[in-house]
Structure formats: C-alpha cells, structure tokens
C-alpha cells in the first residue's frame, strides 16, 4: 500500500502494460502532419499561453479548441491547462478569479461588457483512484460542511463530488472523456501533445471515451449529455459515436438522477444553445434518450416538431452560427408558450367550472402555473423568470396599436425580444402578418412615419366601425365559440350619455387593465330599449 502510494508521487503508473494502457504514450505531433493553421488561434489565448511559459510553467491550449483547430475550424471558445497551480496563476494576470469547488480554475477575463471573453485556465489533475477516496453519505449540498477539507471525495454511488489533486500531464490526459478533446497544443512551437491517439480519431470521425466508458459515466453522470452534445455538434462533420462508448449511456443515464437539478438545468442549456438545438434533439431520440435527462429536456423534445417550437430552434440555432447572443429566456419562453396559451385561454372563458377572468391577471396566473410546473427551482430562476414573464406579458399589448401605447412598448427593455417571439408567432399563423410588419415597421420608423402609421390604424378602425353600425344584426356566434369571444352589436349602444367604442379585440393597456373605451359625443334622438353590450373582450390567447 505504501509503495503503491509512493508511486502514485513519483507519477509512476501500477503495474507495466496496464499503467502505459491506463496513461496512454505521449506523442509530439509536428505542424506538418498536424497542419493546424496559427492564424485560428485566438490571441488572448495566446497571450495566456506566453505569459505562463514565461513565468515558467508549462502551458498549452487545451480541449475542444485543439479538436476544432485540426479539423480547420475557429474555437468559439478557448481553454488552457498549465502544471501551475490555482493561486499561481491568478498572481500573474491582472484580471484573474478562483472559481469552482468541485475542481477549482481560473478565469483570465480580457476587456469588459458585451466583448469581453474568457480564457480558463486548469490545472493538470492527477489520476486518482476513486475506490480510495473519502465517501460522504450525501451530495454537494447536504454534505458541504464535510468537502469543505476535502480534496477527493464520492458519494455513495462513486460520484466524483472533489478533485482538487495535482498531477503530471499524463495523468491529466487520462482523466478527460472523449480522445479528441484530450489533446494538448503548444502555439509556440506549433506541437500537438497527444496520449490518446486523439488525432486518429479526428482523422477516423470517431466520439470515443477514454477508458471503461461505464465506468467514467459513474463518476461524472454529466459526461452523459456532454456525449450528446459533442455527438450532436460534429455530426454535421460525420463523426458518429463508438459503439462502446454508446452502450452504457441508456442504463447510466438513471445516474443523473443524483445529480444537482441546477447543474442539469445548466447542461441542458448547453445543449440546446450552443448552435446544435435541432441535431441535439436528432440525437437524443436517436440514442434513446428523448426522455429522462431533465423533465424540461423531455418538453424540449416531445415539442421539438411542432411548427412553432421547431421554429425557435431553427432560429436559436441561425442566431448561434451568426455569432448573435441568444438568452435561454427566449427559447424557453417558445417552448412553453402553448402550457401559458392554453391556461391563459381557459381562466378568460372560465372553463373547468372556473369563474371566468379578466385577460391580463389570468396571464398572469396562467405564467404563475406554468413556472410552477415546469421550471421549479433552479439556478437563476429569478433573472430567468422575469424574462420569460415580460415577453408573454407584452403579447397581448401588442394588439394595440392606438394612442401612446406603441411608443411605451418599443422603449422597454425586452420590447425586442418580445417582439421577436411576435414574429415567430406570426411566421407560424398565429398571429397576423400584418401587425407583425407593421411592428417592425414602427419600431425602426422616425417621429413623423410613426404618426402615419397610427393615423393609419386610426382610419381601419373607423372603417370597421361604420360596417359594423350598417348592420345592426348580431351575428350568430360559431359553434363552440367562448362566450368570451362572442362579439355584440355596435348598433345597440345606448344613446343618451353612451359612448362609441374603438377598442381592438384582445387589447391589454400598460397598466394590465382591460382597455378603457375611448369616447366620442354623439348625438342622436333618443330611443327606448335596446340596452347592449360593448364589444367582446377576446384574449390574444384564445385567437
């Protein structure tokens, strides 16, 4: 035991042809065989890289940046391993932050706001035998007190919950999951690092895990979607995934459910954002997992085919490959549009044997249901729901196209988000093609073009107005029609002090409260009976 200890130090592997199987054999594979092309290496990395080596330490490009770089493609993202610990990182770069508690690493944070970019930067972990480490009867949260003095620790099921050991490059290449991210890229001398056959594989088109792929699942159950994404991501490319690799993922996905619903929450944001939503979904149904990651995934992917879901896939995915921001608000707001729709449509007709409301506060008791139901209690659940809850909300705002309610739609902050969900809305036939153009025409128009506009609603309004007095017939309402959508006749207004409505069906002001009717004297002979009701009420919901 103590030998084996003493080797595990001196980087010495246990025992001959298993250790080299275990480590792998470290090849430097030249430019001119690996043929990346410099230019696509970003320059903070770079820089990161540089400084590092200057200091002393190695340091070399790391990951999937190194995977996309041999197949002739620009990492979107960056990141770099070093033999220099956490604390000695941090001390040479200016703008450098500690993060992680599970295994810690370091942020380098170059420029600010929106163009700012992120180069992490871990340190090689060592190949520790989980068998041998501390076992704590909880998880993150119910033993944190017990981590807090730990460096490697599992639960009960072999789940790695700390890895906090340093190791030998070697080492640190065996502990990464798939061969074609195991690969290290020094950009000084232009030489891939390489233990795994890693470029074999890129070259073969081959997913494959390092090691017993059922055995890596249990210690991290997340390298499970962080399967289906790599899988997702370069099958466009042909890459398929080994067939070993593939066979445990069915039976260990039971696994996540030890996981933190907030790290789930996280991964599949990862999945659905990364500019692959739609060949995630492939793969999913593909490798039997459509159902049991993460309930919200499940909606995800049993809605997937529907026109307007699909669509906000489609377009997350356009958005991603422009290199545009997407906010995870947006497409959760698409995906369960239909559940607040649905809600929505019920409480205003007062279906179920409920009390029928007004439009605006069943909104928002219908949004309520909906966060309930679906999302729970995950990280960022605060920022996230206010989002999703502010695009909904100005749905039904946008019917309303009169007096200073476009003007104090287009200056909220979510106006183009909400409006962009309106698009969709319209794209798919549920809402009309006209009020989306005439949107987006108001949005983007000056002062006096604005005016016109409004002057140009002002005048179909009156129009339907006078059609509708000509003929002072109800109409019969459509069989099986909510009575909240049955409209009355214009023409049975009272005439004495009444006012003449002009108020678009669905219409919600700012405030939330049903529109008030905007009145204009008219006067006429007086006349018995004949008391009516205004115009009917119909929620954008129920259209």
């Known amino acids: 035991m103590i030998k084996k200890f003493i080797d595990k130090l001196l980087g010495k592997s246990a025992g001959g042809a298993q250790g080299k199987s275990r480590f792998g054999k470290r090849q430097e594979v030249p430019a001119e065989v690996h043929k990346i092309d410099p230019a696509l290496v970003d ?27 041999l197949l002739g493609l620009r990492p979107k993202d960056f990141d770099v391993a070093t033999n220099a610990t956490p604390e000695q990182v941090k001390s040479l770069f200016r703008r450098a932050f500690i993060i992680g508690r599970r295994f810690r690493i370091v942020h380098v944070v170059y420029g600010r706001g929106r163009e700012h970019e992120v180069i992490e930067v871990s340190t090689f972990r060592a190949y520790m035998d989980n068998a041998a480490a501390e076992q704590v009867a909880g998880n993150e949260r119910t033993s944190k007190g017990e981590l807090a003095s730990m460096k490697h620790a599992v639960d009960a099921s072999g789940r790695v919950l700390r890895d906090n050991v340093w190791g030998p490059q070697e080492e640190d290449a065996a502990r990464r999951d798939f061969t074609v991210n195991a690969m290290y890229y020094d950009p000084a001398n232009q030489v891939v690092v390489d233990y795994h056959n890693g470029i074999r594989d890129a070259q073969k088109l081959t997913l494959r895990m390092i090691g017993d792929p059922a055995t890596r699942y249990r210690e991290d159950p997340v390298r499970i979607i962080r399967a289906i994404r790599f899988s997702a991501k370069l099958a466009a490319l042909g890459f398929k995934m080994e067939a070993k690799t593939a066979a445990p993922l069915v039976e260990s996905s039971k696994l996540l459910a030890d996981v933190p619903q907030s790290r789930l929450f996280d991964e599949m944001l990862k999945l659905l954002q990364t500019g692959h939503a739609i060949a995630t979904v492939e793969q999913l149904r593909k490798l039997g997992l459509a159902k049991g990651i993460y309930p919200l995934l499940d909606v995800v992917v049993e809605r997937a085919d529907q026109p307007f879901v ?8 356009r958005r991603v490959g422009e290199g545009k921001p997407v906010a995870p608000s947006f497409l959760l707001a698409c995906v369960l549009w239909a ?75 979510r106006f183009r988000a909400a409006f962009d969900f309106m698009r969709l809305r319209a794209d798919v036939g549920e809402v009309s093609e ?8 108001f949005s983007t128009a000056d002062d006096v073009r604005q005016q016109d506009l409004l002057e140009q609603v002002r005048d179909e309004q009156k129009t339907r107005q006078r059609v509708r007095t000509r003929d002072p017939v109800a109409p019969k309402p459509s069989r099986g029609e909510p009575a909240a959508r049955q409209r009355q006749p214009d023409a049975d207004v009272r005439q004495d002090d009444e006012a003449e409505v002009e108020v678009e069906a669905g219409a919600v002001p700012p405030d939330g409260e049903p529109a008030a009717p905007r009145k204009r004297r008219r006067r006429r002979k007086p006349r018995t009976g004949g008391d009516g009701g205004g115009e009917g009420g119909g929620s954008a919901a129920a259209e």
């Open 339 to 413: 559940d607040v729709r649905d809600g929505w449509a019920q409480r205003v007709e007062g279906q179920r044997g409920q009390r029928p409301q007004p439009p605006f506060p069943a909104l928002q008791d219908a949004i309520d249901d909906v966060f309930n139901a679906r999302i729970g209690d995950v990280s960022g659940r605060g920022k996230l729901a206010a989002d999703m809850r502010e695009i909904w909300m100005m749905q039904p705002r946008f019917d309303k196209r009169t007096g200073s309610t476009p003007y104090s739609l287009v200056d909220q902050a």
């Open 434 to 441: 006209a009020i989306a153009e005439w949107w987006q025409e």
């Open 43 to 69: 320059e903070r990395a770079r820089n990161v890289v540089t400084t590092l080596q200057q200091a002393g330490y190695e340091a070399y490009v790391v990951g999937g940046a190194v995977r996309d770089l």
């Open 310 to 317: 699909k669509a906000a896939l489609q377009d997350t995915d």
